[in-house]
């Protein structure tokens, strides 16, 4: 190569093996985690794992029910794969050689660089003003294959054998909407995203809009929150978990203790993966014998857990708005101090201390060590976390008015997975699509969106208008094209809104086609499994400590009933010129069903006004 005069930098660009290993595996030596952009290597770990060698075939979808693949909490640099260039110049359009330089971005595909560490990496190298896009098309190619070659690759090994593939796809910059609904059962935590709707939301919206029954959640686990957990914390944070559309619940840890041998070293409570010196982080809620204060109460909670689920699992999901979220993967604002969500971070304001930023001396030293390898680049400010904060007074107001909402993503939209006010994978519904603040859309989102907008389903705009594409490609002529469609639209019967909370949630209200409307603010929320045009199963949860009424117009018809989940109890709810009212203690729930015959084995123990008296007292 002879290079033309002025001076030049030459950047190589190269692929190696990772050497990752399994993290915390008790097998020694670990061997090496299997490489998810390369689909044979995938499905030949579950042949080697769980195949004809093993003689586990018998026992597919009996004893083995399926398998689970956890958080993708990778420690890379940059993840790649051999063919990446040819599947990128495939799927977006244009070659990624020339520009090449402008993806590396110092541990932009490491969990623990990026979550744990909290190091937001600025791009090592500039080469245009769009380099941004650049970067966004690499990380939705990477996002494709990863879906194709391990999400669905492992769900397809799973189905074809009676199994089920059960994962939490998220932890690095993916479409996780897709990546979730791509799992037999997707599954969420309360360990990620500060165990905040917006986190526990993904899922359930997953399952709603690819037609996935079950919804799990790794349960009752937050940083720095052991050994603090009570059976109120436990019902509460049930109460979270459902309201967010999760119907399977899955307890973080074990209940078996180790004492660790006859002397006994680790005292009567016994040694906890999940805590103690060898795991700084001191998460789970150690639900076991050992946590004498908590275990006693365990049976009555589980109860509770199983006649909820079992509602739960009924009818169709009846979601209200659907939000659009423009983004890669998930970053958001989840502040403790002050927050009006509860149980964020495990923490139940009038019982908990605020948490403590405490951090592990093994996580300084890291921090240390990482200082003294390479000079991590400045700091570069996350769009997410701006996008979030502006999001959160409008899903609180969502919430306060009883409007129930998910969220929806580009793939969905471009891919006939939502219909007119139907989500035909899930038998589903919802009432009208929100695009809050959204700097960006694809055309082919625009397009979808037009088509619903002139069936007659409501769209609203509100805050700032999406004003570019994401994408490199033809940038200049796409943006144009965005912001024409997006005026289009709006011509045509969309309307574009004020942002503030509580004109918006007004606005969406009145739009709203619903058997259920919440005529009073607070901290009751609620949940609606639709099982018939004229018959439904709602959740009713107040998530706050505080006893408080709230006061409901239902469209009403014989018979309606309550149920309460913790006691078993059963009886006819009584109206008012149409109206019903509930009291509500602190973090109590109750179910109401609408249209369905109320069982004889469940006669009614009390009346409503006996049992309104009750909570109020």
Same mark, same amino acid.
């Given at each position: 190569w002879d290079a033309p005069p002025g001076e030049w930098q030459i950047i190589a660009s190269y692929l190696m093996p990772s050497g990752e290993v399994p993290m915390g595996a008790a097998q020694k030596p670990q061997g090496f985690v299997v490489d998810y952009l390369r689909k044979p290597q995938v499905l030949g770990h579950y042949e080697y794992a769980y195949g004809k060698r093993t003689g586990l075939a018998a026992h597919y979808g009996k004893g083995l029910r399926g398998f689970f693949n956890d958080s993708l909490e990778f420690r890379l640099t940059r993840m790649s794969v051999e063919d990446i260039l040819s599947?990128?110049?495939?799927?977006?359009?244009? $070659?990624? @050689?020339?520009? &090449?330089? /402008?993806?590396?971005?110092?541990?932009?595909?490491?969990?623990?660089? *990026?979550?744990?560490?909290?190091?937001?990496? $600025?791009? @090592?190298?500039? &080469?245009? /003003?769009?380099?941004?896009?650049?970067?966004?098309?690499?990380?939705? *190619?990477?996002?494709?294959?990863?879906?194709?070659?391990?999400?669905?690759?492992?769900? /397809?090994w799973a189905h074809n054998r009676g199994l089920v593939s059960r994962a939490q796809s998220y932890g690095m910059d993916i479409d996780i909407l897709r990546a979730l609904g791509a799992n037999t059962i997707p599954e969420t935590e309360q360990l990620w995203a500060g165990g905040s709707d917006l986190g526990l939301k993904m899922a359930s919206s997953a399952a709603v809009l690819y037609g996935r029954p079950l919804v799990s959640a790794e349960s009752f686990v937050w940083i720095q929150r052991d050994w603090t957990t009570t059976a109120r914390k436990l019902?509460?944070?049930?109460?979270?978990?459902l309201l967010a559309g999760v119907n399977h619940i899955i307890y973080h840890g074990t209940p078996y203790s180790w004492s660790g041998g006859p002397d006994k070293p680790f005292g009567e409570e016994g040694w906890s993966p999940f805590s103690g010196p060898q795991n700084p982080a001191h998460f789970s809620s150690i639900v076991g014998p050992g946590n004498t204060a908590l275990w006693p109460d365990v049976p009555e909670i589980n109860r509770y857990i199983a006649r909820s689920q079992n509602l739960l699992r009924q009818g169709k999901p009846?979601?209200?708005?659907?939000?659009?979220?423009?983004?890669?993967?998930?970053?958001?604002a989840n502040p403790e101090g002050g927050a009006t969500e509860p149980l964020l971070n495990g923490s139940l304001p009038d019982a908990d201390p605020p948490g403590a930023a405490i951090e592990s001396p093994l996580l300084t030293s890291g921090k240390k060590l990482l200082d003294a390898i390479f000079t991590v680049p400045a700091e570069h400010q996350d769009a997410r976390d701006a996008w979030v904060r502006q999001l959160q007074p409008i899903v609180r107001e969502l919430d306060a008015r009883g409007i129930s909402w998910g969220w929806v993503n580009d793939h969905a939209l471009q891919h006939g997975d939502v219909g007119v006010r139907k989500l035909p994978a899930s038998g589903g519904s919802?009432?009208?699509?929100?695009?809050?603040?959204?700097?960006?859309?694809?055309?082919?989102?625009?397009?979808?969106?037009?088509?619903?907008?002139?069936?007659?389903?409501p769209i609203v705009f509100s805050g700032e208008l999406p004003a570019r594409q994401p994408g490199f490609?033809?940038?200049?002529?796409?943006?144009?094209?965005?912001?024409?469609?997006?005026?289009?639209?709006?011509?045509?019967?969309?309307?574009?809104?004020?942002?503030?909370?509580?004109?918006?949630?007004?606005?969406?209200?009145?739009?709203?086609?619903?058997?259920?409307?919440?005529?009073?603010?607070g901290s009751i929320r609620s949940y609606r499994r639709q099982l018939d045009q004229d018959q439904d199963i709602i959740l009713f949860a107040n998530q706050d400590a505080g006893s408080t009424r709230l006061k409901i117009d239902l469209v009403a018809g014989p018979p309606l009933w309550w149920f309460d989940a913790m006691s078993g109890a059963a009886w006819p709810a009584e109206t008012a010129d149409g109206e019903l009212s509930l009291s509500l203690r602190g973090f109590e729930s109750r179910f109401l069903v609408r249209g369905v015959a109320m069982p004889e084995s469940m006669a009614a123990r009390e009346s409503d006004g006996a049992a309104s008296e009750h909570a109020t007292r």
């Open positions: 599947e990128f110049r495939a799927r977006r359009g244009y $070659a990624l @050689e020339p520009w &090449l330089p /402008a993806i590396y971005v110092e541990g932009k595909d490491s969990v623990y660089f *990026t979550e744990i560490l909290d190091v937001r990496a $600025a791009p @090592e190298f500039s &080469l245009t /003003a769009l380099d941004d896009r650049i970067r966004h098309d690499y990380q939705k *190619t990477l996002s494709d294959l990863v879906i194709e070659r391990f999400v669905d690759g492992s769900a /397809a019902k509460a944070a049930t109460d979270k978990l009846a979601i209200d708005v659907l939000i659009y979220y423009p983004f890669l993967g998930f970053h958001g919802y009432g009208a699509i929100l695009l809050a603040d959204a700097p960006m859309i694809e055309q082919q989102t625009l397009d979808a969106l037009a088509g619903l907008s002139a069936a007659g389903v490609l033809d940038a200049e002529k796409g943006d144009g094209e965005v912001r024409q469609g997006v005026s289009r639209l709006i011509a045509a019967g969309a309307q574009h809104l004020s942002a503030q909370a509580g004109a918006l949630a007004e606005a969406l209200q009145s739009r709203l086609v619903s058997p259920l409307r919440h005529l009073t603010k």
